[in-house]
């Protein structure tokens, strides 16, 4: 009975966005300034880059739902003690590649102004190989953050910037430490209709 009620929300939601006051797709490109936080990482920020596209679908006039795919690529810096802590051999830099879903509401502050909160889904795609060739997973398959930000909006050009906190522990290894993901997004999305 469950499953027949969730379907039914669902096809209603689906038919809602269908008949929705404007829908836009477009891509969008950017890059990501990310940290996990837990001991053996450095306490810094790191670059990576991103890239995907959105779609944009019109509730009302002032609200809106915006599902994104984006191709996210991030670094880690660790300290001096995580090969000490966990056994692995000494790795410097780990790099994740996720592909990033966030469902953002959004909100119309302005003509040119829109505000931005909803989840971000990440899924990673493949994990560092050094520590694969240490024959441990050091990183969940997924992670959930809570997003939220500002995009400028500019005829058919899209500035935005956004914050993600992420919310589940990364930690794959074991559960004595916390490993929690800070990111940072800025980027341009282009509307292509």
């Not at 469902?103 to 899924?123: E, R």
């Amino acid at each position: 009975m469950n499953k027949i009620i969730t379907l039914a929300i669902c096809l209603f939601c689906v038919t809602k966005f269908t008949v929705a006051q404007s829908l836009h797709f477009g891509l969008k490109a950017g890059t990501n300034l990310q940290k996990i936080d837990g001991i053996p990482f450095k306490d810094k920020f790191t670059f990576g880059y991103q890239g995907g596209a959105f779609a944009t679908i019109g509730i009302t006039s002032k609200f809106g739902i915006q599902p994104e795919v984006l191709f996210s690529s991030v670094s880690a810096d660790t300290a001096t003690q995580f090969s000490t802590v966990y056994g692995f051999k000494q790795v410097d830099k780990i790099k994740l590649n996720y592909l990033d879903i966030p469902v953002l509401l959004n909100i119309k502050a302005a003509t040119f102004l829109t505000i931005q909160a909803g989840p971000q889904f990440s899924v990673l795609l493949d994990k560092n190989k050094s520590l694969l060739k240490n024959g441990e997973a050091a990183f969940k398959e997924s992670n959930v953050g809570a997003a939220a930000g500002l995009q400028f909006n500019f005829t058919k050009i899209k500035i935005y910037g956004r914050y993600v906190a992420g919310l589940n522990n990364l930690n794959d290894v074991n559960n004595a430490d916390k490993w929690k993901s800070r990111n940072i997004q800025v980027g341009v999305g282009f509307k292509i209709f």
